[in-house]
């Protein structure tokens, strides 16, 4: 087909109708000719040549460049029908914009997430190795420095492997001392993470022996931020701790590892850090790069060959650990998949019943649409060019839709990107990007077929002439059935979404309702971390944590102020194996673990622990005086049983010289760990137990976030140098421990909430319509005798009737899905009955509104008006 | 394959009624009509789209005239292309024929 004759088609059209034309005329000569009136023969001529316009339109389509020139006429005629029908298309749009939003949104996380690979080199190449002691609890844990060494000499998988210490640096720069956030790593680091630096170098073999030079790598942004992102910066020096560095390289924007760090140094293993006792201290990260052609599971292998002879060699420090091999990007993004999983589940049912809803807008307004189309095909359209119309139409529905989803789904990404990436790691990274737009523009396409599909199939499936005989009275039974069918599906699915979030929600509120043992209100924390280089005795140390207290104590509005080696708000830092005088004789690597507080005696009071026994601690407990400790219930009963722990003693941190301290109270547990159970804990006074390492509380009279300039200023007028980092209101942190389960409750209930709308609004429109098309059948009835609440019933019951299927069928997937959810639910299982009565009640109750509203219209139609309606 | 045969069938029948000079669509549906005794019935839904199509490979040209009751009436002929178009395919359409023969009355051993 040439364009000339494309362009001149309409030309073309006008010769073939005058040719016809010419026909006709020629034939009813003849016809005369033959002696038939001139109105016979007109007609008999016609009736020869058929259907000219079909005629016409067979040449005109020879003419035109078929598919595109009916797209374009399908598209033009469909954006007509939409603008006709406004409030069915708004509905309909915005109906599907929700579902295509919902999934464009989560599918732009799982890809950003979940399927862009890590920015390094080969990143799944990458690996985390731990160690772990599963039968203790621990199936990954850090590792200790002994056994790094041992590992990375004798480990043949790896191209390279290196520890990380991840810890955090006074800053000493310029008015106010900062904290900066960095990890002491072996040479090897920056060659395992496959990173190479934009000025400079990274660290050299020689770097590792501790005592040379002193020299640091710069993240891209502190070197924008502090140095101005000075060309020569190279050789500079900057004071961290007291100690002064020389800057020896800057790496690429974007390196961050571990997260948030911004500065590398040099790890320093002292000969006690790598000495025999220090096997049993774990505390350093160990990432690895796999040789090309070894396999994760190869790794693993080869290193549980190698746990194992250091278990037979090492007996006492390394009997039952073991090590495991994790790919880095498996670590970072673990937790995550499971609840990104259970959400791309949930909007998927959403836009299906998104797409059911629409499908059954259609549906109805197919019946209305049922003449014009009869029409259409006594003027000769075919079959298939009619569904394509309407199929085109569907398209054209969703994808005006997508364009407003994606509107909605900027608006949702938005929102994720400002989560802290405790909630989603690399939230930063997430954005409309081209496959996420590929994405949407498949499922745009994919829901149009599937909405549009069965609505064009049953309109262009009747005889046309069975429905212009109808007249204007257009009503079919058949296409109850579709409409029944969708009305199920939408609550079915609605109900498995429902129970979904009713577990999760659930899970919820008993998380929060949680007694933990302390209080967070008006509580502000902050973080202190004492450099060694200017405090390096036990004594100076707790020079400056006293005097802070003392100051802090004395400010005006300030209740109390506390010191802990950890803070429960944030989950325990420290776990040390203790002895009892029963449990002495037991190896070390058997003993039982406890968490581990030092802290000041105001602790428990600002914390709100309830003292059950002996007294907390005083001043008068110091350096000179017996050794002290209190435990907390749970300690005191699972080994004390029935004996009055007071009196008695305790030694903590067992193998590093036993030390035995006096009981002299018993304090209530706390939950710092996991809301599950209450961890034993022991506490040591920071008098007896100097500590470098201390979170900061102070308890106000009100709103505690106004005294975060107050506990700077007071710090520093004890050390000028010395930085208090992180501070944060109880309230913040509590809500950051819970800000993942409440995130996917909040998303999950949303979707959920949406779909009981769609769902219910699904009900209602079938309802609506099954009332409209019966007016005629209800009329019958009254006149013939029936009562309104006998109208009443037959309308409420067809439309309960389909709820309790959509009930049943949906508790049957609850239980078969729910499962799924299992590691996200608190204090539930997976199958609560209550929880399933509760929703398919509730859900019973709105589809029972949804069909007494147009019960109600049934009940109040006037028999005589129905019936004149004929 | 049998709406090819067909329409093939009647591109030639279309071809071959021009030979004996130009004429109007309908008198090639009447002669094809007339010369098969009524056998074969032009069905002028597919009549005229043959038409465009025959004109459009360059096979007819056509041309407005006058019929002979003094209609106007838009007449056809035969290019050069469209002979040698209309003998191969009768050279085509007999081997075609004779081999169904042969299938359908086989000759005498």
């Known amino acids: 087909m040439s364009w000339l004759r494309f362009l001149h088609r309409d030309r073309w059209d006008q010769e073939r109708r005058r040719e016809l034309q010419a026909y006709l005329e020629i034939e009813t000569d003849e016809n005369i000719a033959r002696g038939m009136t001139q109105e016979q023969a007109r007609y008999a001529a016609r009736r020869k040549l058929g259907n000219p316009t079909q005629i016409r339109e067979e040449i005109y389509r020879m003419n035109s460049l078929g598919f595109i020139e009916s797209l374009w006429q399908d598209l033009r005629c469909g954006v007509r029908m939409l603008c006709k029908n406004a409030g069915f298309t708004a509905i309909a749009v915005l109906t599907l914009a929700l579902g295509i939003g919902a999934n464009t949104a989560i599918f732009s996380v799982i890809h950003a997430v979940l399927l862009s690979p890590l920015p390094y080199d080969n990143p799944d190449r990458i690996v985390l190795l731990m160690e772990s002691d599963p039968a203790k609890g621990f199936p990954t844990f850090s590792v200790s420095p002994p056994n790094y060494v041992d590992w990375r000499n004798s480990a043949t998988s790896f191209e390279a492997m290196a520890s990380i210490s991840p810890g955090t640096f006074n800053f000493a720069s310029g008015a106010e001392p900062e904290r900066l956030r960095g990890a002491r790593v072996a040479s090897s680091f920056f060659t395992a993470m496959g990173a190479t630096p934009a000025m400079g170098r990274t660290f050299l073999p020689e770097d590792d022996v501790v005592g040379k030079a002193s020299v640091a790598v710069l993240s891209y942004g502190l070197w924008a931020r502090h140095f101005g992102s000075d060309p020569q910066v190279i050789g500079k020096s900057l004071t961290l701790d007291g100690k002064s560095y020389r800057v020896a390289g800057v790496m690429q924007n974007g390196f961050q590892f571990p997260p948030g760090a911004e500065l590398w140094l040099p790890s320093e293993f002292a000969k006690d850090d790598l000495g025999p006792d220090a096997r049993g201290a774990h505390y350093l990260w160990v990432i690895a790069r796999l040789k090309s052609g070894v396999s994760i599971q190869q790794a693993q292998g080869e290193m549980q060959a190698v746990s194992s002879g250091l278990e037979h060699q090492y007996p006492r420090t390394n009997t039952g650990w073991t090590s495991r091999v994790v790919s880095l990007s498996e670590r970072t993004v673990g937790n995550v998949r499971s609840t990104l999983f259970v959400l791309s589940g949930a909007v998927g049912f959403l836009l299906l019943i998104a797409c059911a809803n629409v499908a059954n807008l259609l549906l109805a307004r197919a019946s209305a649409r049922r003449r014009e189309i009869a029409i259409r095909f006594s003027m000769g359209a075919g079959r298939l060019r009619i569904a394509r119309q309407l199929v085109t139409e569907s398209i054209l529905l969703s994808g005006s839709a997508s364009g407003v989803g994606l509107v909605l789904a900027e608006w949702a990404i938005r929102a994720l990107r400002t989560l802290p990436p405790s909630n989603l790691p690399r939230a930063e990274s997430i954005q409309l990007d081209l496959p996420v737009l590929g994405f949407t523009a498949v499922i745009a396409i994919l829901t149009g077929l599937l909405f549009g599909l069965a609505p064009a199939l049953q309109i262009t499936r009747g005889a046309p002439v069975e429905t212009l005989k109808e007249g204007r009275r257009a009503s079919s039974t058949g296409r109850h059935g579709v409409r029944s069918a969708l009305v199920v599906l939408e609550t079915t699915l609605a109900l498995v979404l429902l129970v979904g979030s009713g577990l999760l929600l659930k899970s919820f509120v008993r998380l929060q309702s949680v007694d933990l043992g302390f209080q967070s209100r008006n509580i502000l924390t902050g973080e202190l971390s004492l450099p060694r280089s200017k405090y390096s005795t036990g004594q100076q140390q707790i020079q400056f944590f006293e005097q802070v207290l003392e100051r802090l104590e004395s400010v005006k509005g300030v209740r109390e102020a506390a010191l802990a080696s950890g803070n429960p708000m944030q989950g325990s830092n420290y776990s040390f194996a203790f002895a009892t005088k029963d449990l002495q004789a037991l190896a070390p690597a058997d003993q039982p673990s406890a968490g581990y507080y030092v802290v000041s005696p105001n602790y428990f009071q600002t914390l709100g622990i309830p003292l059950l026994a002996g007294r907390t601690f005083t001043r008068e407990d110091s350096q000179g005086t017996p050794r002290v400790a209190i435990i907390s219930r749970a300690l005191a009963r699972r080994f004390f049983y029935d004996r009055n722990p007071l009196g008695q003693t305790i030694a903590i941190g067992a193998g590093q010289g036993t030390v035995w301290r006096e009981i002299v109270g018993v304090v209530g547990d706390v939950k710092d760990d996991s809301p599950e159970e209450g961890a034993m804990s022991a506490y040591e006074p920071y008098t007896q137990m100097a500590w470098d390492d201390m979170t900061l509380f102070v308890r106000s009279d009100g709103d505690a976030s106004k005294f975060a300039t107050t506990i700077r200023a007071e710090v520093m007028a004890v050390d000028k140098d010395q930085p208090v980092a992180d501070i944060s209101t109880g309230e913040q942190l509590m809500a950051q421990a819970v800000a993942q389960p409440q995130l996917r409750t909040l998303l999950l209930s949303l979707f959920a909430g949406l779909a009981l709308v769609l769902a219910s609004l699904g009900i209602y429109g079938v309802m609506s319509h099954t009332v409209a098309q019966r007016t005629h059948e209800i009329g019958v009835r009254m006149a013939l005798g029936a009562g309104r609440s006998s109208v009443l019933r037959l309308v409420l019951s067809n439309g309960m009737r389909l709820t309790l299927l959509g009930i049943a069928l949906g508790s049957a997937g609850a239980f078969a899905l729910t499962r799924l959810m299992k590691g996200f639910l608190f204090h539930v299982t997976p199958t609560d009955p209550v929880t399933f009565v509760e929703v398919a009640l509730f859900l019973f109750l709105v589809a029972l509104l949804a069909s007494y509203i147009p019960a109600r219209r049934a009940t109040r139609v006037d028999p005589v008006v129905a019936l004149r309606y004929e | ?109």
């Open chain 2, 1 to 109: 394959m049998q709406a090819d045969l067909l329409q093939g069938t009647l591109d030639l029948l279309i071809l071959q009624t021009l030979v004996l000079g130009a004429a109007h669509g309908h008198t090639i549906a009447h002669v094809i009509e007339h010369r098969s005794e009524a056998v074969l019935q032009v069905e002028h839904g597919s009549l005229y789209p043959a038409l465009h199509r025959l004109e459009d490979r360059g096979w007819i040209a056509s041309f407005w005239g006058t019929s002979e009751n003094n209609r106007k009436a838009r007449y056809y002929r035969l290019t050069a292309a469209g002979r040698r178009q209309l003998a191969q395919q009768t050279s085509r359409w007999e081997q075609l024929v004779g081999a169904i023969n042969r299938v359908l009355r086989p000759a005498k051993e």
